[in-house]
């Protein structure tokens, strides 16, 4: 069932503001905010950004995902994803029964190339793709751990059944559940304790941090962060590609904080460093340990610190040199493009950000669909003007508004 103007996250936030008696003055003194944007988001005439929804969501003592209204349940059913849901759910509770009879795993190298592809496609947002098989993978691989002898194979098999369980995260937390993204990744870090391997351990880290920033805690992202970086001094090789990798993507992550908590040199800092570690890799990486990392996604932080600023006016001038390469992740670029959407709108150029959310649909459709930025922001273009255009109102209709 579509949204209706009233269930914008806006309205939630009026519905939770009220259950908690507070008038939006106190909402506003309590989030750190002005007034003026507390209004402006009730009434959905301004897109309800991640950092002023967490602000809110710790004012009244909810989770974010409560006052965006996810998971979307209805498109959810109309696209079918919905019943992938509970068998993921399942698989992840067989971490610990030890190995399924009914199970005869396949030699390690063959599961592996699964995984592998698995991988590529939460990036590609393929959504209905992963989750269709992400199950019988999970409980493949749980056996094939808990059956092989301690040695190389295991090491193996544990490492593809962490990279199994962080595609589980990905695929969860982006249709909105949450809780189930958080189980993931505490099955992603014993899995990678077991693997033996540090960066694996880090990039757990990065994603727990990502979860924190997204919930506007920026200060215990960065404690996350820091070891993050610890873990990868423990690596074999600190200067290979894939620790540079994930200690560039580390960096990304507390620039992201910084800006956050509008640290405007902080978040120098840490995208210098960033850039001195894609500068060493020389190329863009997006199979080394997934993190998709290299000049271009650095390009693309340097956008989305600014627009995290407040500072648009840089953000568009920014965004101006990024030319996304043919084999970038879709995830990355639908952000991107959603994320300048949100700029546009808030500088009050509608055709600009119905261009760039037009973009977003076009290269990661599923991601877009599901993704609260791309809502919040339609619905404020919408909301301002007097009569929406066809192709915008179609729009609307398409994410469930």
């Not at 493949?140 to 092989?148: N, Y």
């Not at 993507?249 to 960033?274: T, W």
């Amino acid at each position: 069932m579509p949204q209706s103007n009233e269930e914008h996250t806006g309205a939630r936030i009026v519905d939770y503001r009220k259950l908690r008696q507070m008038t939006q003055t106190a909402l506003a003194q309590r989030s750190f905010l002005a007034r003026s944007t507390v209004a402006k988001v009730e009434a959905g005439l301004s897109p309800a950004t991640p950092t002023v929804v967490a602000a809110i969501a710790r004012a009244l003592q909810v989770e974010p995902a409560v006052l965006h209204g996810q998971p979307y349940t209805a498109e959810l059913q109309q696209d079918h994803l919905d019943r992938l849901i509970s068998p993921l759910s399942e698989a992840l509770d067989l971490y610990d029964l030890g190995p399924d009879p009914d199970i005869t795993p396949r030699p390690v190298v063959q599961i592996a190339a699964d995984v592998a592809a698995l991988c590529k496609a939460s990036c590609a947002t393929e959504y209905k793709n992963v989750g269709t098989q992400l199950p019988g993978l999970v409980g493949e691989l749980t056996t094939a751990v808990a059956l092989l002898p301690v040695g190389e194979e295991r090491l193996r098999a544990s490492k593809c059944l962490a990279w199994s369980y962080w595609v589980s995260y990905e695929f969860a937390y982006r249709l909105g559940y949450h809780h189930l993204a958080t189980i993931a990744l505490e099955r992603m870090g014993w899995m990678s304790e077991q693997a033996q391997d540090p960066l694996l351990l880090a990039v757990r880290l990065a994603k727990r941090s990502s979860m924190l920033l997204r919930r506007g805690d920026n200060r215990m992202a960065g404690r996350i962060i820091e070891r993050g970086h610890a873990l990868v001094e423990q690596s074999e090789d600190r200067r290979s590609v894939d620790a540079l990798a994930v200690t560039g993507s580390l960096h990304l992550a507390s620039a992201i904080a910084a800006a956050q908590a509008r640290n405007g040199d902080s978040v120098k800092g840490y995208m210098g460093l960033a850039n001195k570690a894609a500068d060493e890799i020389g190329r863009d990486v997006p199979d080394a340990y997934w993190t998709s990392f290299g000049k271009t996604n650095v390009l693309h932080y340097e956008v989305a610190t600014r627009v995290e600023l407040g500072q648009l006016g840089d953000a568009v001038k920014e965004a101006k040199k990024l030319h996304f390469p043919a084999d970038h992740p879709k995830m990355r670029m639908g952000r991107y493009f959603m994320e300048m959407g949100r700029a546009y709108a808030q500088m009050g150029q509608a055709e600009a950000a119905h261009r760039a959310l037009r973009q977003a649909r076009k290269v990661a459709p599923q991601q877009a669909r599901y993704h609260p930025l791309m809502r919040e922001t339609i619905g404020a273009l919408v909301r301002r003007q007097r009569q929406a255009s066809d192709s915008l109102a179609a729009m609307a209709s398409w994410v469930g508004m």
